[in-house]
């Protein structure tokens, strides 16, 4: 197996095909870039900016180049000595546009008798296949005949052989598959979906036939060479992940697999899955953690209550978990209710109760019966104790699923609570609970406020020791916000009350009528700043609507919409408080760029395979998708890696050139001498100030240190006496960012960091 020294993801898509991709292989070789790694990569629904929603699992994307461009990237990449790792996507197939995706097609045209009717996780118990696409109950009468097909707008669909004639609603119900209003899909869908997204159906992969209809073309990639690692999309999805997990192991055994397995922290990875990891949102909060100044908690959490912000996130996720299974995914619940035997003993309601709660219950997203049976038990413990009237209806539901934990009923449950914990979780309790936004991100826990020293080394220990090879990210195309406005945002932790005079003193200027997202709006705004109105807007209009407090994105509050819309331009366009509001993050950035420098090298150098997100190698200051996917300006990359190989050594300042080169250094050496890249040790700073220092080796002849609480190191005077010990040794140890030697084996941190707030050494010879 090769494991990639590093990672560098790219989105792909229309705009930036797999030809522009191939172009940018000599800059991700001069940067120090070990593989490529690209967004999915197999043909896709008709303007798809992600790839995710794909339709033809058999073939390379025609709207990134096709196969022939495909064949040319992986050249490239292959001549330069690069890997290419491909993120696939198991779980569901695009239904969007019906006749894009041949299976879907013939499984409407044909109904049960299709071919790949069992592609797809279809009730057919329940009569036609449902079709959530119309906009009224009434709108079937809209139906007409377009080229011998059914068509509603836009949208077309087959008609089976034998069922023309007649008007367009006789033939109609003649077919396979009902159109209905899209407002009945939540509630009484048919068919599995990716969590409440209609236009994604979910495959059968657990069934070896579909799991080779779907994968042999990227199998066939792998074996000639092309591709030398796969990221797998929400296994939580899957029937059987470890099951999956074998065969696709079995299938690529020399491939670098890792999982998008978002663990809760304390969760460990199933050591039954043959992967070498996760894609590195636990790695992520523990990074991003170490720079958050714990004791800051009780001040956030008093702002909070006096905004009005909820401040008990267990009961706010309690809240949002219980939205998801009562609206969102209630087809689900009383799909997976149906499965209990006993209904008519118990009552449905007390059955879909039941298992509503045991789904909102979970810790973590999901177990795996038989192996996470602990998980299991403690969900149905939770429900026991909180719901005693559902006791009976428990115990029968508990003795089935330990029974037969490979049939259905256990299965389902597991797929849909992390379906729960998710919708519920991420996408709306992040959006309601914003005491701390640099907190509310994928695979972290807004209630724990920041990551200790001892415990982050302790985590980083065990990554070498137990998964070496998994990924580490600081940035993803999932992120809530990027890692740079992160940065920023874990120094409002060391001015806590600087921050709440400034967000108190300014939401009674221009507070926005809601209290979560007004809190969560300043923080935006000094996280990315500067930031456009246009972009700010998008992002708070996407954030009032995951949060579902004063709108939704099915059931809209017009004004509060409207209102929402206006505040970007009426904040930035005070003169007087857009002053303010750029002081503040003067008074803030430099600091912000010292996290961003010590997280980075942290990643770039800890256990496990770096990911750098397209771009972040300067700062970016990104919120969510779709604002983290804008298009990348390689060209200032290039200039600024061209100046450093000359021995450039630029400012921290707001070029972000201080970054590209600690990227570019730590890159390089990680893939030039991965010897010193084996173990892990923490060191310990001594003197006044060294608690503000992060320290560690991965070798004797490697140490990394970073600077962490950089605001209140500045206001306590510096580093003063604080000394590092090297270890020990013959040899004079390099600073590989800045080419300087240290003489002594026992530095000041006055001296070793006063160029940067972070440094890279290594031992050379004697």
């Known amino acids: 197996m090769t494991v990639p020294a590093s990672t560098y993801r790219v989105q792909l898509r229309p705009e930036f095909t797999f030809s522009d991709a191939a172009d940018l292989v000599d800059y991700l070789r001069a940067l120090g870039v070990g593989a490529l790694y690209a967004s999915p990569v197999l043909d896709a629904a008709p303007g798809s900016t992600h790839g995710y929603d794909v339709v033809d699992p058999t073939r390379a994307r025609p709207a990134l180049g096709g196969e022939e461009q495909r064949l040319v990237l992986a050249g490239t990449l292959r001549e330069a000595g690069l890997g290419l790792v491909v993120d696939i996507v198991p779980n569901h197939l695009s239904v969007e546009v019906p006749r894009a ?23 057919w118990s329940r009569g036609r296949l449902l079709l959530p696409v119309l906009g009224s109950a009434d709108a079937v009468s809209e139906l007409s005949i377009e080229d011998g097909e059914l068509a509603y707008y836009d949208h077309r669909f087959p008609i ?49 036939e579909v799991f080779h209809a779907t ?11 092309e591709v030398t690692g796969l990221r797998v999309d929400h296994p939580d999805g899957l029937a059987d992940p470890g099951a999956y997990m074998r065969r696709l192991r079995e299938a690529a055994p020399d491939a670098w697999l890792v999982v998008e397995k978002i ?42 209550g006096e905004l009005g912000v909820p401040t008990d996130f267990a009961k706010c996720e ?45 810790d973590v997203y999901r177990s795996y019966l038989p192996e996470g049976e602990p998980n299991w038990s403690a969900a149905i413990s939770r429900v026991r104790e909180a719901r005693p009237d559902l006791v009976g209806v428990l115990d029968a539901l508990d003795s089935q699923v330990r029974d037969a934990p490979a049939d259905e009923l256990a299965t389902r449950i597991q797929q849909t609570s992390g379906m729960v914990v998710a919708k519920g979780t991420e996408d709306t309790a992040f959006y309601r609970y914003t005491r701390f936004a640099a907190l509310n991100e994928v695979g972290g826990s807004p209630d724990v406020f920041g990551v200790g020293v001892d415990e982050f080394h302790s985590l980083a220990a065990a990554r070498e020791a137990g998964w070496p090879s998994t990924m580490t990210a600081l940035t993803t195309h999932d992120t809530k916000r990027s890692e740079d406005v992160r ?9 806590p009350g600087e921050f709440a005079a400034a967000v108190t003193a300014w939401s009674t200027k221009h507070g926005i009528d809601e209290p979560s997202l007004n809190l969560l709006a300043w923080q935006t705004l000094i996280g990315a700043w500067p930031i456009s109105p246009a972009r700010l807007r998008d992002y708070l209009d996407k954030a009032a609507k995951e949060a579902k407090v004063r709108t939704t994105w099915v059931d809209h509050d017009e004004a509060f919409e409207r209102a929402v819309a206006a505040w970007p331009d009426e904040v930035l366009g005070d003169e007087e408080l857009a002053a303010e509001i750029a002081g503040f993050v003067q008074r803030v950035s430099h600091h912000g760029w010292s996290n961003g420098l010590g997280q980075k090298l942290l990643q770039l150098t800890s256990p496990g395979v770096p990911d750098v ?82 320290a560690f080796t991965r070798s004797s002849d490697l140490v990394v240190v970073a600077t962490r609480l950089p605001a209140q190191l500045e206001a306590g005077g510096g580093w003063r006496d604080t000394v590092l010990p090297l270890p020990a040794g013959s040899g004079t140890w390099i600073d590989v960012l800045t080419d300087r030697s240290v003489e002594s084996r026992l530095p000041a941190l006055t001296a070793l960091l006063d160029r940067f707030p972070v440094a890279l050494l290594v031992r050379g010879e004697p």
């Open 101 to 123: 995706n041949p299976w879907w097609w013939d499984v409407l045209s044909d109904g049960q008798g299709s071919r790949y009717a069992g592609y797809f996780d279809i009730d």
């Open 160 to 208: 089976a052989p034998g069922t023309e004639g007649g008007s367009p609603e006789e033939v109609h119900d003649r077919q396979h598959y009902e159109l209905v209003d899209w407002r009945r899909g939540n509630a009484e869908l048919n068919y599995r979906r990716f969590f409440d997204i209609t236009t994604l159906a979910a495959a059968r992969v657990e069934d070896p």
């Open 215 to 225: 994968h042999d073309e990227v199998l066939r990639w792998i074996s000639a060479g």
């Open 263 to 304: 663990l809760h922290p304390g969760e460990a990875l199933p050591t039954s899955w043959p992967v070498d990891g996760t894609t590195g949102y636990d790695a992520l909060r523990e990074i991003c953690g170490v720079f958050v100044d714990a004791s800051a908690a009780p001040d956030f959490t008093d702002l909070a």
């Open 318 to 362: 309690d809240t949002t978990r219980r939205l998801v299974t009562d609206t969102i995914l209630v087809a689900e619940v009383r799909r997976i209710a149906a499965l209990i035997d006993g209904c008519d003993s118990f009552g449905v309601e007390a059955i879909r109760q039941a298992v509503a709660e045991i789904m909102i219950g979970f």
């Open 487 to 495: 940065a920023r945002l874990a120094v409002l932790s060391e001015l």
């Open 613 to 694: 997100y397209q771009g972040t190698e300067l700062w970016d200051l990104s919120l969510v998708d779709p604002d983290n996917r804008r298009p990348v300006d390689y060209d200032r990359r290039r200039e600024i890696l061209g100046r450093i190989s000359t021995g450039w050594l630029p400012e921290v300042d707001d070029t972000g050139a201080a970054k590209l080169l600690v990227t570019h250094r730590a890159l390089t050496l990680r893939r030039d001498r991965p010897a010193l890249f084996h173990g892990y040790r923490a060191i310990h700073a001594a003197g006044d100030a060294a608690d503000h220092a992060i």
